[in-house]
């Protein structure tokens, strides 16, 4: 089942570090961000994930939780938590099942090789759990402050509701 904006997530239940479980349902009230990236330890995605733990506070003022999501395992996963001081919790989708349903998976040409990889992807999901905003494809320099702006007009959104 593919992920639509503003349509509920589908059902998944995830594993991540420090022992959380994450499911569609797991963080119904909080503004969820899901940011997808290819690999731990690599370039784009050291500073992705620096630039998420700086801007972490900001997040969590708003409302909102983090999570990465790539396909290392747990062993992975915790060393480079450690490395980086990152505050929030890294999904271990071993077997791509988050991967597909957002639709991450993508053919690219490494060093002349056709390679299935993760396409750099953030999902926002509001407290609802519907998807409220998606960036795909996306280039690491400035995304993590377009992110912060998305969250903070959702929550101003939701105010005006309530």
Same mark, same amino acid.
């Given at each position: 089942?593919?992920?639509? =904006? ?5 059902e %998944? ?6 022992? +959380?479980? =994450? ?11 899901? /940011? $997808? /990236? ?9 500073? #992705? ?6 801007? /972490?506070?900001? %997040?969590? &003022?708003?409302?909102?939780? =983090?999570?990465?999501?790539?396909r290392?395992?747990m &062993?992975?996963? #915790?060393? $480079? ?6 505050? %929030? ?6 077997e ?5 349903? $957002? ?7 490494? /060093? !002349?090789?056709? +390679?299935? !990889?993760?396409?750099?992807?953030? %999902?926002? =999901? ?15 320099? !400035? ?7 998305a ?9 005006? +509701?309530?």
């Open positions: 089942m593919a992920i639509v =904006v503003n349509k509920p997530l589908p %998944f239940e995830a594993c991540a570090t420090g022992g +959380v479980t =994450v499911t569609n349902t797991s963080h119904l009230g909080q503004i969820l961000v899901l /940011y $997808f /990236y290819p690999k731990d330890n690599t370039p784009g995605c050291t500073t #992705e994930a620096m630039q998420f733990r700086d801007k /972490y506070d900001k %997040f969590v &003022k708003l409302g909102a939780v =983090v999570f990465g999501v790539s290392d395992n &062993k992975s996963h #915790e060393a $480079f938590k450690e490395k980086l001081d990152l505050p %929030f919790e890294l999904i271990a989708d071993t791509e099942k988050m991967c597909h349903m $957002f639709g991450v998976v993508k053919n690219k040409i490494m /060093y !002349g090789k056709k +390679v299935k !990889g993760i396409e750099r992807s953030t %999902f926002l =999901v509001a407290p609802d759990g519907t998807l409220a905003q998606e960036w795909r494809g996306l280039k690491v320099p !400035g995304h993590v402050d377009e992110v912060l702006k969250v903070k007009a959702l929550k101003n959104a939701e105010k005006q +509701v309530a």
